[in-house]
């Protein structure tokens, strides 16, 4: 089902948000990391391990030597692997913008488990290395390894990172609050600080004064960008911008748009599709940073989010006041214009999944018919900025459709053929995509069976970041 007409129960674009060009905003930062080059990087930094761990390797047919080569190389994986984990979380911005906090969430979180799997190979390797060596049993073994301080630190650090691997796994993190498990997480920098301690203390790195002082360099400029990117630079930027509400708006049921303004806002340089960890400071919302897209270009020191209201900060966002001071990290995510490859652009929304795509829907370039905005929602109600978008449509003579009607209903929208007749010449498009997982995953798969190269998809993920 689909509609271009305007809808009168909803506001028109609002005068302060419409009457300035995005042109007018600086240019973006210039550096973005490649998703290729940073898995090259870290492929190349953990052959780089290996060739340190090859150099201090003594060939030897006796079984405690092998278990102990294997637990040097294990372990010296492991501290490389909790070093790349770490720098993946710290939110530097050619990092953020050239790769996505989606997809950097995505592979934290899979770097995890292989992390989690070195550690554990490590400590197996190195008990029963020290078990023949010994001629103990692995319980003797274990008591008296366990003796030795960096021993009894290292296995408190795994515990540490077992908890967190616990708590991040779908079915526990599903169950527990949002700041239980971030909670959690934070005890990794204590787990990684106790590993380092272990690391500097046992053999792996006993291979000469040079090796120690890389390894500690590379720890100490992890642990430098760390505090740089994730303390220094938000709360320098609270004190520049003095971000604060300037006001809720109602956009339908539940949803609310709130725009905060502050002082030098354009120097963020936040793009169109990017977004912002918020912390509103007022009760019930201050202690939790919550990731909102923009859903409108910034203009007049002025950015725009709009909320869906789906749990308890959620619901709170209705009720803040004009004025209520604002920490905003960002921008991050490489949901942008940057990502175009083609003249044609379709841009494929579900629910409050519109959000980045409203924005890029005004400001990407290109001519009448190079932009299509297809938006799924159950029904009209569920329909968020629908004024703006019809506005938007009309001016660049762009493409608009809403596609209505239940998820299980007996005509799906999203199928390929579908949307082949929608948007003519499908094939030939980027595609922007940003909707609920369930929506995402089918339309991913209907859009690659209609002939849209995967690599030619680009999506947001509101689940991960
Ligand atoms: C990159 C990105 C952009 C987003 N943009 C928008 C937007 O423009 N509009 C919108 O309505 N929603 C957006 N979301 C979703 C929004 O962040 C969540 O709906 C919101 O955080 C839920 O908070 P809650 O406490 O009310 O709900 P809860 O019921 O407590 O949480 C619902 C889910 O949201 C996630 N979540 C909760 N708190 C956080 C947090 N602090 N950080 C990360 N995830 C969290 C959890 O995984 C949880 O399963 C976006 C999410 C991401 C990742």
Redesign the pocket.
């Known amino acids: 089902m689909t509609t271009e007409a305007s809808h009168p129960l909803y506001s028109p674009l609002p005068v302060e948000l419409s009457e300035r060009p995005p042109a007018e905003l600086p240019p973006a930062p210039a550096l973005r990391l490649a998703p290729e080059r940073l898995r090259n990087a870290t492929a190349a930094g953990g052959g780089a391990v290996a060739l340190l761990w090859g150099v201090q390797a003594r060939p030897s047919a006796r079984l405690d030597a092998f278990f102990a080569t294997g637990a040097h190389l294990t372990g010296l994986l492991a501290g490389y692997g909790v070093l790349v984990l770490l720098l993946l979380m710290a939110r530097v911005p050619a990092v953020e913008h050239g790769v996505g906090?989606?997809r950097l969430a995505r592979w934290h979180a899979l770097g995890g488990r292989y992390v989690l799997g070195l550690i554990g190979a490590h400590a197996l390797l190195a008990l029963c290395g020290y078990a023949v060596h010994t001629r103990t049993d692995l319980v003797t073994a274990t008591g008296d390894l366990l003796a030795y301080g960096a021993i009894a630190a290292a296995t408190v650090g795994t515990g540490l990172f077992v908890a967190v691997g616990v708590t991040s796994a779908r079915a526990v993190r599903?169950r527990i609050?949002?700041e239980t498990w971030r909670a959690v997480h934070l005890g990794a920098l204590l787990a990684a600080a106790l590993g380092f301690v272990h690391q500097l203390a046992g053999p792996d790195l006993a291979g000469g004064l040079l090796t120690r002082w890389l390894w500690s360099m590379a720890h100490g400029t992890v642990a430098v960008v760390l505090v740089w990117y994730r303390i220094v630079v938000p709360v320098r930027a609270a004190l520049r911008h003095d971000l604060r509400v300037a006001e809720v708006r109602d956009e339908g049921p539940g949803v609310v748009s709130v725009l905060v303004r502050g002082r030098g806002v354009a120097l963020l340089r936040a793009e169109p599709g990017q977004?912002f960890r918020w912390r509103f400071l007022r009760r019930g919302l201050w202690a939790?940073?919550?990731?909102?897209?923009l859903?409108a270009p910034v203009r007049d020191d002025t950015l725009r989010?709009?909320?869906?209201?789906?749990?308890?900060?959620?619901?709170r966002i209705r009720r803040l006041r004009p004025g209520t001071r604002v920490l905003a990290s960002g921008p991050f995510?490489a949901f942008t214009a940057h990502r175009r490859t083609r003249r044609k652009v379709l841009l494929l929304a579900g629910g409050?999944g519109i959000?980045?795509l409203r924005a890029l829907f005004e400001t990407l370039p290109g001519g009448p018919g190079d932009v299509t905005l297809l938006y799924r929602a159950s029904d009209a109600t569920g329909l968020v900025l629908r004024a703006e978008l019809e506005t938007i449509a009309r001016e660049r003579q762009a493409a608009l459709h809403f596609l209505l009607g239940p998820s299980d209903g007996a005509f799906d929208p999203l199928a390929p053929r579908a949307l082949r007749d929608l948007v003519p010449e499908l094939a030939a498009h980027d595609v922007y995509l940003c909707g609920p997982p369930a929506m995402a995953r089918a339309a991913t798969a209907s859009l690659i069976r209609a002939g849209v190269p995967a690599s030619r998809i680009h999506s947001?993920?509101?689940?991960?970041?």
């Open positions: 906090a989606d599903r609050r949002h977004f939790t940073a919550l990731p909102f897209s859903s989010i709009t909320v869906k209201a789906i749990g308890d900060h959620t619901r995510g409050v959000t980045p947001e993920d509101f689940d991960h970041a």
